[in-house]
């Protein structure tokens, strides 16, 4: 009797591949065809290693921003480094991707719960839910699961947790890089905003330049506290107070 092979999480590798591929098959008719996505810094994916690293981005739709990264980690397992327009590479999927998401909002529809089987690992707010202010503690299963995915293969995290430009990280991003000591790659998007609504399921507007640029990969030694660390990632992912334009500096920081 053959062996149904299955992710860290229990999810067939069959199913996955299969959904990553729909699901990329609709992303590349959004993204390039419909919008002129472009990735940057494909080449400092080379050489990495195929567990414990953590990539941290912005955020700017819930959906379609982590879409293009498969795609850019599909694309440069099959040998394309510097270009998604070439969709085969689809079909020969990275199953061992996971990404750190709000359980409300995977939980939110349909078309997330699918996206959700392809790699997330939910985790509860502990400062908001279903838009209401809350303050709970953290849920050490969250963070094992986490750790878990870092065990197994490449994850990315929205420290920001909104898809709000220039709010606040959450220093957990750094408490989690302290405690695993990942080898950690920034990634600064642009243009989702522009071309998709929140979600990134509606299209506002066609043939926007859209950017994913992944950064030289920093490797913390464990000594940082958690705070410095943040400090660092946002600032690499063009989310720091000092990457606020000046035009907008008074609409979020009010004297």
Not at 210 to 215: A, C, D, E, H, Y
């Amino acid at each position: 009797m053959p062996v149904i092979r299955k992710d860290a999480f229990g999810k067939i590798v069959l199913i996955k591949r299969l959904l990553i591929a729909i699901l990329g098959l609709i992303g590349y008719y959004r993204l390039v065809i419909r919008n002129n996505a472009r990735i940057e810094g494909m080449k400092h994916l080379k050489g990495l290693p195929k567990e414990n690293v953590l990539f941290v981005s912005n955020h700017q739709t819930y959906f379609m921003d982590v879409v293009l990264m498969y795609m850019a980690f599909c694309a440069n397992r099959n040998g394309f480094s510097k270009t998604v327009k070439n969709p085969f590479y689809l079909f020969n999927p990275v199953t061992s991707f996971y990404y750190v998401a709000a359980k409300e909002t995977m939980d939110s529809s349909l078309f997330s719960k699918i996206l959700a089987y392809t790699g997330a690992v939910t985790i509860k707010r502990t400062w908001r839910e279903k838009g209401k202010e809350i303050n709970r503690t953290v849920d050490l299963k969250d963070l094992s699961n986490i750790f878990k995915a870092l065990d197994n293969g490449w994850v990315v995290t929205f420290p920001q947790g909104t898809t709000t430009p220039y709010a606040k990280g959450r220093k957990g991003i750094g408490h989690i890089i302290k405690h695993n000591k990942p080898i950690v790659v920034p990634i600064q998007i642009d243009g989702f905003r522009k071309a998709f609504n929140k979600s990134g399921i509606m299209l506002k507007k066609r043939g926007t330049d859209i950017t994913l640029r992944f950064k030289e990969p920093i490797r913390f030694n464990g000594e940082e506290e958690p705070e410095e660390i943040l400090e660092v990632l946002m600032n690499q992912i063009g989310q720091s107070e000092e990457n606020i334009p000046e035009m907008l500096r008074e609409k979020i920081h009010p004297k």
